[in-house]
Each structure stands twice: as structure tokens, then as C-alpha cells.
């Protein structure tokens, strides 16, 4: 009726054919509708709601008809052990619950029906748009149907991260160019200065010995005239820096290192000798007064290595070499270390004696042997 409306017998058959497409989907949603949501149910499905005592409306859930039979189940049930147990009531209670089962299944089928043909009129209206709105999707790449563009902007979207991944890379590679090149350049730098530092030391340490031999400074050094001996004590060392070393030493230009380690090493050596010395003197055995003097000797000695180990710390700070540091000397060390060269002084010195009276021992009988034989001598005369 709503087409004959619209379309009389004088309109083109084109136009007639495209308004019964735009019509005919509206009239079925709104019969599907009509259908699926109707103002009326049958009496038998009322009562069916009323057995389950669910609202009459119909609006229930499949979950709320389940609870409900559920619930009527432990009243009614003949196995449910209940006082209202009724097995033919229970019947007709299942009976509603599958028909309210069935009436739900039929709105749910209806219903996405009702959701399908709406979504087909969205997408025949779209269909109907402009040809221009098209390329509004697609960054309007492309040509041809919606899904060969979308091919299409797909691949130049590929296209596009590959470039950008090699500018990234290759901007990467620039960088790390860039930074070689700027350590090589550094490097070049720092070589270059030290080459020119090192041949300034070597201009000023040869314009001071000018200076020095214009100034007769080298007359007087002892050996002056006379051929260096030749160096035969290592052969894997420079003879020259050998000889110019022998040279300094032998007219007293020593390093301060040099002599601040010899300083330590002689002051060591004379401390643990008075150390071991006074622990000689005190017998094998120290008594309660030994004791005491002992425990004397021991603080000196610890005063006296204080001392010691602030040149220690002089020393390290003026040696050219790592290597060449030294440590504290620990004052208990040193003790022990007396202690038990002394011990083995005392060994020794009781095996030495015992040796000399071994040797007395054997001396005595060849002595009375000799008196027996003068004797017996005397005798005969």
C-alpha cells in the first residue's frame, strides 16, 4: 500500500525499482518488530509465566527462568523430600518451563534478525551515498572498489615503514661515523700533544746541559776523561741509560724516591735487630720482670714503626711507579716475627751445644787410654 502511494502509472521503471528497495526493507523491520515485540501473549504462555511466578510481561531473563525453576524444582520435585512434594503439579511445571524456554529463543532469534536487517539498510545507505565520500577513508589512497584500495593503502603503508626504518638505520650509521670520527680525531689530538710535549722536555733538558757544560759544571765529575766500562751486567739493557745512571749515583744524584726507600729499608733492619736483641738478652724462660721489660721493648718498637710508616706514606706519594708502593709494617707481625726467629736462634744455639758435648764425650776416653798406655810404659822401664 505504501509503494502504490508512492508510484504511479506514469513513473519510470527505473525509478520504480529503486524505491521498492528503499521501501520493502523499512515495512519488514517494522513487521519483525511488530512480531518480536508484540503487546499480547497466548493464555497458555501466561499461565506457563504465572506456574513459574515470573512477571506476566514477559520481559524476563533466561537466567531469572532458570532461578525460578530451580526454585519450584525443590518445592515440587517428588525426590526433593519436601512436605509439598507433588509429582503431577511438578509436570506441569516443567511443561511451562520449556515453553517460556521456547517463547525466549524466539525473541532472541527475532531480535538479532531485527539487528541484522538494520545493519543491511546502514550499508545500502551507504551505499547510496556520494561517490566522492569514498575516498574519505584511506588517507584517499588508491582507486577502484573499497577493498582493492584498502590493498592498496595496506601496501603503501608497508612502503612507508620500510623507508622509515632505513632512515632510521641509516641515520644510526651516520652516528656511529660520526662518533669514530670523533675519536680518531681526539686521539690524533692527544698523540700530537704528547709528541710535542715530550720534544719540549727533550729541547729543555738538552739546552740545560749546554747551559751546564758552557758553564764548566761538568769539569770537576770524577772519572772525567777516561772510557766508560762497558755493561756486562744485563744484556737486555740500554748500556747508555745504564751508564748515565752509574754516572749520577756515583757523584750523588739519586732520585728522593730512591733515597727515602733506602732510608726505610736500613731503619726496618736496625729496629727488628734491637727488637730481636732484647728478646735475646731476656733469657729463654722471661720471668714476671722480663715480662714487663719486654712488654717496654714492644711499645718503643711500636712507637718507633709509627714513625716508620709516615715515611712509608712520604715514600708513596713521591714514587713514579704503582709497583714500587709499599705497605704498613704491622707492629704484632713484627713481634711475632721476632718472637719466632728468636725461637729458632735458641734451637740452634741448643743444638751447637750439644754437638760440643758430644764431641767432649768422645774426647775423654781416648785421654785415659793414653795415661793407661804411659802408665804401662813406665811399668816395663
Same mark, same amino acid.
Given at each position: 500500500m505504501g509503494t502504490s502511494m508512492l508510484v504511479s502509472p506514469g513513473t519510470p521503471w527505473l525509478l520504480r525499482v529503486h524505491l521498492r528497495r528503499a521501501v520493502l526493507p523499512l515495512h519488514c523491520s517494522a513487521a519483525l518488530r511488530a512480531l518480536s515485540h508484540g503487546p499480547r501473549m497466548s493464555h497458555g504462555l501466561k499461565e506457563s509465566y504465572r506456574l513459574l511466578q515470573l512477571p506476566g510481561d514477559g520481559e524476563s531473563s533466561q537466567a531469572e527462568v532458570r532461578e525460578a525453576y530451580l526454585r519450584m524444582a525443590k518445592l515440587y520435585h517428588p525426590d526433593s523430600? $519436601?512436605?509439598?512434594? &507433588?509429582?503431577? +503439579? +511438578?509436570?506441569? @511445571? !516443567?511443561? $511451562? %518451563?520449556?515453553?517460556? =524456554?521456547?517463547?525466549?529463543?524466539?525473541?532472541? *532469534? $527475532? *531480535?538479532?534478525?531485527?539487528? #541484522? #536487517?538494520?545493519? !543491511? !539498510? &546502514?550499508?545500502?545507505?551507504?551505499?547510496? $551515498?556520494?561517490?566522492?565520500?569514498? %575516498?574519505? *577513508? +584511506? /588517507?584517499? @589512497?588508491?582507486?577502484? #572498489?573499497? *577493498?582493492?584500495?584498502?590493498?592498496? %593503502?595496506?601496501?603503501?603503508?608497508?612502503?612507508?615503514?620500510? &623507508?622509515? @626504518? =632505513? /632512515? %632510521?638505520?641509516r641515520k644510526g650509521m651516520e652516528q656511529a661515523a660520526a662518533e669514530e670520527q670523533a675519536m680518531v680525531e681526539r686521539d690524533t689530538r692527544r698523540r700530537s700533544q704528547r709528541i710535542k710535549i715530550t720534544q719540549a722536555v727533550e729541547r729543555l733538558v738538552e739546552d740545560l746541559i749546554q747551559e751546564s757544560m758552557a758553564k764548566g759544571d761538568f769539569r770537576n765529575l770524577s772519572g772525567s776523561g777516561k772510557p766508560l766500562n762497558k755493561f756486562d751486567h744485563n744484556p737486555y739493557a740500554d748500556p747508555m741509560t745504564h751508564n748515565l745512571n752509574r754516572i749520577l749515583i756515583d757523584n750523588g744524584y739519586q732520585p728522593e724516591w730512591i733515597v727515602a726507600q733506602k732510608d726505610i729499608r736500613e731503619k726496618l733492619v736496625k729496629l727488628r735487630s734491637s727488637l730481636l736483641e732484647a728478646r735475646w738478652r731476656l733469657g729463654d724462660t722471661m720471668r714476671p720482670r722480663e715480662q714487663a721489660k719486654w712488654q717496654e721493648h714492644c711499645e718503643a718498637f711500636a712507637v718507633e714503626l709509627a714513625k716508620l710508616n709516615k715515611k712509608v706514606d712520604t715514600f708513596n706519594l713521591i714514587v713514579p711507579l704503582l709497583s714500587r708502593q709499599m705497605v704498613h709494617f704491622s707492629p704484632q707481625r713484627e713481634v711475632e716475627r721476632a718472637l719466632k726467629a728468636d725461637k729458632e736462634r735458641r734451637e740452634e744455639r741448643r743444638r751447637e751445644m750439644e754437638q760440643m758435648d758430644m764431641g767432649k764425650e768422645k774426647q775423654v776416653p781416648t785421654r785415659q787410654g793414653l795415661f793407661a798406655w804411659m802408665q804401662n810404659l813406665l811399668k816395663l822401664t
Open positions: 523430600g $519436601a512436605p509439598t512434594a &507433588d509429582a503431577v +503439579f +511438578f509436570s506441569r @511445571v !516443567e511443561e $511451562a %518451563y520449556r515453553a517460556v =524456554l521456547a517463547h525466549l529463543a524466539r525473541q532472541k *532469534s $527475532a *531480535s538479532r534478525y531485527t539487528g #541484522t #536487517t538494520e545493519e !543491511e !539498510e &546502514d550499508d545500502k545507505s551507504k551505499g547510496l $551515498a556520494p561517490q566522492h565520500r569514498h %575516498y574519505l *577513508s +584511506f /588517507e584517499g @589512497v588508491g582507486s577502484g #572498489t573499497p *577493498s582493492q584500495r584498502e590493498r592498496q %593503502y595496506r601496501q603503501i603503508r608497508i612502503d612507508r615503514a620500510t &623507508d622509515q @626504518v =632505513l /632512515e %632510521y638505520r
